[in-house]
């Protein structure tokens, strides 16, 4: 069966149907994702829903992405156009299923984000893709000189053939994973998130008709772009600069970092200047930056435009070739959040000068992690991740305390799913008192996980803003500086280290900044402080 083209007849849509079907999309979107969680088997998905999922046009254009996590629309907008690039569309059939996670080859941002991707038949003809992501937490004990030492690369390859199985193609990937009967039950999650994907499509096609379903994703994308554009233009045209760092225990030394954006009319355009790529895992590939950048201007211009390839239109994005945040091959990118997470706040830095209004303080501006990998009592290997996370105060509001912020969206993992499963056990999981910047509008307070090894494992941790502070604004106070601290001399400058039974650690994530001069904060909002433990400026 040969795919016959999309018709090319733009039939004429009143705006009820279209938004009739852009709901649809949303909730086909929303049900894969909620499959996905609820059929997989990791810890790092079924409860901390580090997993994304979206639907692409034929053409590969983004219709719609499920609000989960930010940074995955970077390995969504390049994955389609990949396997397009390598695989004839008219030799595609119902049933096929392409595999890909690498950065330069497969669209990836980083490795352990493996996607699957399906395209979605009607008729006989190619009328959308249904896509997924999920961060496989598998590879640990890994340099980050280059992305060969980082995991296995797969580009944009069949996993499936017209339904069918290629089992020499799973096998090739499970035997370079370090817990493959992990990584197996969360692809089969993924495969049955996609199925869903592929029958609720259809099911909409053959509700409205495919030419009235194509055609209603083409004027949601148009309608994406005039709404992200009246946003821009209602913005002042002007230009303005902003600087931070960036350090990490991955590399010596604070690099620096800086942004200049400009709006002119009902565009905005970005340009970033920051050094060169590093032997580290904290380089950034363009299509991570992009994702970035999409989000935090969506947030700031509308965050009421549909998230959808439309939003990109009237913005520009330029970052040299070979930076930090936008890396070449072979450049490592297993850490590229942590640069990301800057990106975000230092668009927001520009965007404050222009309007305060909208904007936060900076947040954490880090994505603290802990990764825990051991043998089991019967011997089996196992891994453990968790990203923890202050966000900077609001124009009108505190910041939230201890969330996730920015390009990662996931939840802190409870300690009752936890302890269950892994020989670990967290002695003290709080808000950190007085970590959040001071100010007429309080910065959300950080987060303090310490840990107990109950067996001998491995273990990696990191956190960012540990020599500099999250940036307050109109008067607000810095937040808190985050900090990893271990027991009986651990140190964890480096990447991987030995822990004993009974050994302890501590990670505390940065406090984001405040907003605003701290004698305008309010009576009440002051009386909340001092339940709270926030007692007064700290270095």
């Known amino acids: 069966?040969?795919?016959?083209?999309?018709?090319?007849?733009?039939?004429?849509?009143?705006?009820?149907?279209?938004?009739?079907?852009?709901?649809?999309?949303?909730?086909?979107?929303?049900?894969?994702?909620?499959?996905?969680?609820?059929?997989?088997?990791?810890?790092?998905?079924?409860?901390?829903?580090?997993?994304?999922?979206?639907?692409?046009?034929?053409?590969?254009?983004?219709?719609?992405?499920?609000?989960?996590?930010?940074?995955?629309?970077?390995?969504?907008?390049?994955?389609?156009?990949?396997?397009?690039?390598?695989?004839?569309?008219?030799?595609?059939?119902?049933?096929?299923?392409?595999?890909?996670?690498?950065?330069?080859?497969?669209?990836?941002?980083?490795?352990?984000?493996?996607?699957?991707?399906?395209?979605?038949?009607?008729?006989?003809?190619?009328?959308?893709?249904?896509?997924?992501?999920?961060?496989?937490?598998?590879?640990?004990?890994?340099?980050?000189?280059?992305?060969?030492?980082?995991?296995?690369r797969i580009p944009p390859v069949h996993l499936y053939r017209a339904g069918v199985l290629l089992d020499d193609v799973q096998e090739l990937i499970l035997l370079n994973c370090q817990v493959p009967h992990e990584r197996l039950s969360d692809l089969r999650a993924q495969m049955a998130a996609n199925r869903v994907g592929v029958q609720r499509f259809q099911s909409l096609c053959a509700k409205y008709g495919a030419e009235v379903v194509i055609e209603a994703g083409r004027q949601l994308l148009d309608y994406a772009e005039r709404k992200m554009r009246a946003g821009i233009a209602a913005l002042p045209d002007g230009t303005w600069r902003f600087n931070d760092v960036f350090e990490s225990s991955e590399f010596e030394g604070i690099f620096p970092l800086s942004i200049e954006v400009t709006v002119l009319g009902d565009e905005i355009m970005l340009n970033f200047e920051a050094p060169d790529q590093v032997r580290s895992s904290l380089n950034v590939t363009y299509t991570a930056l992009l994702a970035t950048v999409y989000y935090i201007v969506k947030s700031i211009v509308d965050p009421t435009v549909l998230p959808n390839a439309g939003?990109?239109?009237?913005?520009?994005?330029?970052?040299?070739?070979?930076?930090?945040?936008?890396?070449?091959?072979?450049?490592?990118?297993?850490?590229?959040?942590?640069?990301?997470?800057?990106?975000?706040?230092?668009?927001?830095?520009?965007?404050?000068?222009?309007?305060?209004?909208?904007?936060?303080?900076?947040?954490?501006?880090?994505?603290?992690?802990?990764?825990?990998?051991?043998?089991?009592?019967?011997?089996?290997?196992?891994?453990?991740?968790?990203?923890?996370?202050?966000?900077?105060?609001?124009?009108?509001?505190?910041?939230?305390?201890?969330?996730?912020?920015?390009?990662?969206?996931?939840?802190?993992?409870?300690?009752?799913?936890?302890?269950?499963?892994?020989?670990?056990?967290?002695?003290?999981?709080?808000?950190?008192?007085?970590?959040?910047?001071?100010?007429?509008?309080?910065?959300?307070?950080?987060?303090?996980?310490?840990?107990?090894?109950?067996?001998?494992?491995?273990?990696?941790?990191?956190v960012s803003r540990v020599h500099s502070s999250s940036w307050g604004l109109a008067g607000g106070g810095p937040g808190a500086r985050g900090h990893i601290e271990g027991a009986n001399g651990l140190d964890f400058t480096g990447r991987l280290i030995d822990i004993e039974a009974g050994d302890t650690f501590a990670i505390q994530t940065p406090g984001g900044g405040g907003v605003g001069d701290p004698r305008e904060r309010s009576a009440e909002a002051i009386a909340r402080d001092l339940a709270e433990g926030v007692v007064g400026p700290r270095m």
């Open 311 to 462: 939003l990109s239109r009237p913005i520009t994005v330029n970052a040299r070739e070979g930076s930090i945040l936008n890396c070449v091959h072979p450049a490592a990118v297993e850490g590229r959040l942590a640069a990301c997470q800057r990106v975000a706040d230092m668009v927001l830095g520009a965007m404050a000068q222009a309007v305060p209004e909208r904007v936060t303080a900076c947040s954490n501006s880090s994505c603290g992690y802990a990764i825990f990998s051991g043998q089991s009592a019967t011997g089996d290997f196992w891994v453990y991740l968790e990203t923890i996370g202050g966000n900077g105060a609001r124009a009108t509001k505190d910041g939230l305390d201890g969330v996730q912020v920015h390009a990662t969206n996931t939840s802190n993992l409870p300690v009752e799913a936890l302890e269950p499963e892994y020989p670990i056990t967290v002695l003290r999981y709080e808000l950190i008192p007085d970590s959040g910047g001071l100010g007429r509008q309080r910065g959300g307070m950080g987060i303090r996980r310490v840990y107990r090894a109950d067996a001998d494992v491995s273990a990696q941790a990191g």
């Open 1 to 152: 069966m040969t795919p016959t083209p999309i018709l090319e007849e733009r039939p004429g849509l009143d705006p009820i149907t279209v938004e009739v079907i852009g709901a649809a999309l949303a909730s086909i979107v929303d049900e894969t994702g909620e499959t996905l969680i609820r059929s997989s088997y990791s810890t790092n998905i079924k409860e901390r829903r580090d997993c994304s999922t979206a639907l692409f046009s034929a053409e590969g254009e983004t219709l719609c992405q499920a609000e989960h996590i930010p940074i995955h629309l970077g390995s969504f907008i390049g994955i389609v156009p990949h396997i397009m690039r390598r695989h004839r569309v008219e030799d595609m059939r119902p049933g096929d299923v392409f595999i890909a996670n690498d950065a330069y080859e497969g669209g990836g941002t980083h490795l352990p984000d493996i996607v699957i991707a399906e395209p979605i038949f009607f008729e006989d003809a190619l009328v959308a893709w249904t896509v997924n992501l999920a961060h496989h937490a598998d590879f640990v004990d890994r340099g980050h000189a280059h992305i060969y030492q980082e995991g296995l």
